[in-house]
Structures are given as structure tokens and as C-alpha cells.
């Protein structure tokens, strides 16, 4: 019996910051890729195996571990035929040379800067015709090859590549799906709405190829459960107009100067600043720590962020996904689990606070809207 092979063909349809040891490269690397891919299998693992150590011993085995060795699966990246490196202080800017709005500036913070200029280069979008090949040793079981197919699903659905992936950036898209040498691809990648609904629902079907239950609770890292939804927000004939359609919207939501929708974090920041005792945190912590504070009438700032951690990324994913050479839909996926770990404070400016982040209904609120529907087109998946 030989190995098993699968081979992915993917596009990625938004810029790409992606790199190397040095942070101001701009490469296609397939650690990252093998990286990501490990991350969506745990997503999918938990509601199966509900443990924490299972998990990570069976990923172990599939991917490799200094304790478990040798991987049992080798990722080779068959590299696109085309990038467009873009060079660090240009201008981002959509695909017809206009400069991108304020929406996609504001969803890649950090790696953009308020002006458009590129804090540091990336891979110009499209990117197309790359390639995984997976190749499983002989000994490696059935199903451990079907939880690797189905990462790559869900990877391709939900998940991009690179620094702000989860705000839509490096959207990963799995065009093609093939097995061996069978004629049949296990996937092709849905030309429009409804069958995108239709594959994402095959994914999570319980009877279906791949089995997966979806775990009744909270999980303790970013996983797949009961609690989380998916939507196709919108659809546009340009991705990168389309993700700043989503951070526009975004930006109105959380500004308290345009929807007045977190009044109350901005109070309890200015008791901060201060010197006042306070017990909460702001509400949009739920959006991911993180996050900054400036007020320019007195010039003050404050941070909000895990005591202990450096970070904690947002629950809400963002991803950009090609339906056809005319068509691109917008993927939301809210993935609850813990917030933090159990007892962690967060930070406000320099007061501890509890860390009980309960707050699901912000985002749900943002995909939804207040007084009037926030996506117009919006299809509910799950």
C-alpha cells in the first residue's frame, strides 16, 4: 500500500503580508500554510475528541512533535506562477489603481497606516494557480486523512494567511480539492450563493463525508461548537472593495461619535484616566485586546489588554471567497470559546479588572444591525 496523496489548488483573493524571518519580506511560505492548516484542524478536533491533551496528541502524530518525531503527512507548496511583491510607504489601493478606502485601512490597523501607506510589503491580490501536495504515509489511518481534508475545507471557507487574516486579509480560497489519482475532486469550490451555503452545510453535516459534531458548549480554545454562526454577508465584483465595505460598516458600528452604540466604554476609559476605581471592562473587548484609546481633547491614552498575555485574538472572522471570475462573497464566522484563561485580569490603562467577557451579543449585533438590517443581502449559513 503507497502513500496517499491530496493536492489543493488555492488562490488567496486579498493582499497577503505574509513573510519571513525578516518582518519586512513579503513571501508565500509553507510553514505558515502548514501553520494555519493545523489551526483549523483544532477547531474541527475538539467537538471529537473534548480534550485538550487527545487533541493535541493526535495532532501530534498527524503533523509532527518533538515528542511524537517525523510528521505523518509532508506539505510540499507548489509556488503561484505569479506575485506582486508591493513595496513598504506605497499606497494601498484596489486592483483598477484607485487607493483603498477607509474600511480595509482600518481592518489591517497596525500594518497600514492612516494615510494607506503599507507599514510593510506584502503580496498584491490576486494570487493565483498555487498548490499543496499532501502526502500521507502509508501507515497514517483513514480518518486521520479525512480530518486533514476537512481542515483544508474549512481552512478554505473560513481562514486566510498572514498578519490580519482574521480581518480578511490573505483570504485562503480551496478551489479544487483531488485525491490520487481519482478522477472526481473531492471539492470544487461553489460558483454561487446557494451552493457556498450548500458546501459549508456538507462540511458540519454529522452524516456526511467528514462526520463532524459540532461540541454542545463553551470550548476552551477556538473551536467549532453549537454556539458559533456564519453568514455570507455581501457579495461584490471586487474583494478588496468588498472587505472595505465590511470595515466601513465595522468602523460606524464600534465609533461612538457615528452609532453611539458603546457610550459607556468611553465613560469607563475617561474613569480610568481618572484615577477612579473601576470593576468593568469595555465592551468591545469581545473584538479582540488589545485595543487603544486616545482622546484628542486632552491628549490622553489608554490600552485595555490581557494581563498576562500580549494579545487575544478577535472571535469574529472575516473571509473573502471567489464564486466566480465576476463574483466574491463575504464569510463571518463567530467562533466563541474562552475568552481567556480561567482567573486572567484585563488591563484598563492600569487598573485589573475581571475578565468576564460574556459579550457575544456584540458581535452578533454588528452582523445583524439595530434599528434596520447592517447587510442588506445577508444569508444566515448556521
Known amino acids: 500500500m503507497g502513500m496517499t496523496k491530496l493536492r489543493a489548488d488555492f488562490s488567496i483573493v486579498t493582499p497577503l503580508f505574509m513573510g519571513g524571518a525578516d518582518p519586512q519580506s513579503a513571501e508565500l511560505r509553507v510553514s505558515g500554510m502548514k501553520g494555519m492548516l493545523r489551526f483549523w484542524w483544532r477547531a ?15 495532532e501530534a502524530k498527524i503533523f509532527g512533535s518533538t515528542e511524537e518525531g517525523q510528521s505523518s503527512v509532508k506539505i510540499r507548496l507548489l509556488p503561484p506562477k505569479k506575485t506582486v511583491p508591493i513595496k513598504k510607504k506605497s499606497v494601498l489601493s484596489y486592483n483598477d489603481g484607485t487607493d483603498a478606502g477607509e474600511g480595509s485601512i482600518y481592518l489591517g490597523y497596525g500594518l497600514i497606516e492612516a494615510n494607506g501607506e503599507l507599514n510593510r510589503r506584502c503580496l498584491g491580490y490576486p494570487i493565483e494557480d498555487g498548490a499543496l501536495e499532501l502526502s500521507f504515509l502509508p501507515s497514517t489511518p483513514e480518518d486521520n486523512i479525512k480530518s486533514v481534508e476537512a481542515a483544508l475545507l474549512a481552512m478554505g471557507f473560513f481562514g486566510g494567511l498572514g498578519s ?9 480560497n480551496l478551489k479544487k480539492l483531488t485525491r490520487g489519482d481519482e478522477t472526481d475532486p473531492v471539492f470544487i469550490s461553489p460558483s454561487d450563493k446557494d451552493g457556498l451555503k450548500r458546501a459549508i452545510l456538507n462540511l458540519f ?7 463532524i459534531l459540532r461540541y454542545d458548549g463553551l470550548p476552551p480554545y477556538t473551536a467549532f461548537s453549537k454556539m458559533m454562526r456564519i453568514d455570507i454577508l455581501d457579495t461584490s465584483d471586487e474583494p478588496l472593495r468588498l472587505l472595505n465595505s465590511i ?18 466604554d468611553y465613560k469607563l476609559i475617561r474613569d480610568a484616566l481618572a484615577g477612579n476605581v473601576i470593576y468593568n471592562h469595555p465592551k468591545r473587548s469581545i473584538f479582540g485586546l488589545p485595543h487603544n484609546y486616545y482622546f484628542s481633547s486632552t491628549k490622553e491614552s489608554a490600552k485595555v489588554k490581557p494581563k498576562d498575555h500580549e494579545r487575544r485574538a478577535s472571535p469574529l472572522f472575516i473571509h473573502i471567497q471567489r464564486m466566480n471570475e465576476s ?12 475568552f481567556l484563561p480561567h482567573g486572567e485580569k484585563i488591563m484598563v490603562g492600569d487598573s485589573p479588572v475581571d475578565a468576564d467577557v460574556n459579550g457575544y451579543k456584540v458581535l452578533h449585533e454588528f452582523i445583524d444591525g439595530r434599528d434596520s438590517p447592517r447587510f442588506a443581502s445577508l444569508v444566515r449559513v448556521i
Open 205 to 211: 453535516d454529522p452524516d456526511g463525508r467528514y462526520k
Open 164 to 172: 490580519r487574516s482574521r480581518k480578511g486579509y490573505g483570504s485562503f
Open 247 to 264: 470595515g466601513d460598516k465595522m468602523m460606524e458600528y464600534r465609533s461612538y461619535r457615528k452609532e453611539k452604540n458603546f457610550l459607556d
Open 44 to 58: 474541527l478536533a475538539w467537538s471529537r475528541l473534548k480534550s485538550v491533551d487527545q487533541v493535541r496528541s493526535e
Open 327 to 338: 463574483q466574491f462573497a463575504a464569510i463571518t464566522a463567530i467562533i466563541p470559546a474562552d
